[in-house]
């Protein structure tokens, strides 16, 4: 295996302390949750207080002040351990980032520091009914009211909808003007008018809770606003590169612990007097899987130095997406039918990797989207031979 340059001695102490987080934490408790569709709160508040939790948060709000591999580091373990129930992703490397980035220092001291430590769940409400990656085409809308604005509405396939504290909200504020008319609040979703609606049951990521959001004559302060009226969309394109990019540290994660567990059950199981491992069909198929996987994880460890250098622009960041949430899907299809029949037993992790791989594909843009943006990006680059000499 290529060596990860990327990670210092600090990220992997960081990596032996996420992983006994997990064994004691969530393994145990894991299958449990699948059928409650539900993590506990009290597993959010221990991840803060063993430092989880928003690792690159600012120390005066409470944070470690680390850099954005330790939330990687994270992100893989957990993906890697085949958990999907606590939504630290979104918490994290979503709704923070938001706050961090553009929220005002009010917002900042108050929700920040809460959020580290497990205190207060973060959710992000962008998809509706009738938009999904057409964040133009959002409904819910905020009218300004004195002081205050009255947001109505209804959000969809919310994870972390059911626990959630503080929403960052897309709303319309202005019908007539287009993506300049899309304005982010900050939601106290303790508030009047706000009300969750039924924990949604999923093909996959059952752990996760997933929710309807209504919004109904919800009244909001204006100093709740996310940045400036008007700006809402261009601030979410700004972190949609980033959101990608998590996706795909997961999707690489996911598929090199698939494939090991793979490994592992056919080096055992037997047919025909061989293991399953003997036959060259197994050995072409994982060798395919394993130079596919390494690719791609060289790749995303690209991504990841030039999203830390301030450099990750949309073109890359949806190959990214593109390339690992396929990779994924393929690689968790491939390996469970080297289990046979037990592949197909919820028991066997494999199982449960494949039904929770299909939302790759989906979530943080389709890759109908994605093939969208590179496609697009390489006509507006592409000049002649003859025009670049």
């Not at 690159?56 to 085949?82: K, M, N, S």
């Not at 920040?112 to 409400?125: D, N, Q, R």
């Not at 990019?245 to 690489?252: N, T």
Request: proline share 3%; glycine share 10%; with cysteine.
């Amino acid at each position: 295996m290529i060596k990860r340059e990327l990670f210092q001695p600090e990220h992997e102490t960081f990596r032996d302390t996420v992983r006994r987080f997990i064994d004691k934490e969530i393994a145990p408790h894991h299958a449990q949750w699948e059928k409650d569709g539900i993590v506990p709160r009290e597993l959010w508040r221990k991840a803060g207080a063993a430092g989880l939790l928003c690792c690159t948060i600012p120390e005066e709000y409470g944070g470690l002040g680390a850099d954005y591999l330790f939330d990687v580091v994270v992100f893989e373990e957990i993906g890697a351990a085949g958990y999907t129930g606590p939504g630290f992703l979104i918490h994290c490397d979503l709704v923070a980032t938001y706050i961090k980035s553009f929220g005002s220092e009010a917002q900042k001291k108050y929700w920040l520091p809460k959020m580290v430590a497990g205190e207060a769940i973060g959710s992000l409400g962008m998809t509706e009914p009738h938009a999904g990656s057409d964040l133009k085409a959002i409904r819910t809308r905020a009218v300004r009211d004195g002081d205050d604005y009255v947001i109505n509405g209804q959000k969809v396939f919310i994870s972390n909808g059911q626990l959630c504290d503080v929403l960052v909200l897309a709303t319309r504020t202005d019908s007539a003007a287009g993506a300049k008319g899309i304005t982010l609040f900050l939601v106290d979703t303790s508030l009047p008018g706000f009300r969750r609606g039924k924990n949604l049951d999923k093909l996959g990521m059952k752990a996760q809770d997933t929710s309807e959001l209504f919004f109904d004559d919800l009244r909001v302060p204006a100093s709740a606003m996310l940045g400036e009226e008007g700006r809402g969309f261009e601030l979410m394109m700004t972190k949609l590169a980033q959101e990608r990019l998590a996706q795909a540290i997961r999707s690489a994660a996911v598929a090199e612990r698939v494939i090991e567990y793979t490994i592992q059950y056919t080096g055992e199981r037997k047919a025909f007097g061989k293991t399953i491992g003997d036959f060259q069909n197994t050995q072409f198929k994982l060798a395919e899987l394993a130079t596919d996987t390494a690719v791609g994880r060289q790749f995303t460890d690209k991504c990841i130095q030039l999203f830390m250098e301030g450099r990750l622009d949309a073109f890359d960041a949806a190959m990214a997406k593109m390339y690992l949430s396929n990779l994924h899907c393929r690689v968790v299809d491939e390996c469970l039918q080297l289990f046979g029949g037990w592949g197909y037993m919820w028991e066997y992790p494999i199982a449960r990797a494949y039904a929770d791989a299909r939302i790759v594909k989906i979530a943080g843009g389709s890759i109908e989207i994605m093939k969208h943006i590179i496609g697009r990006q390489l006509f507006a680059d592409f000049r002649p031979r003859t025009e670049a000499r």
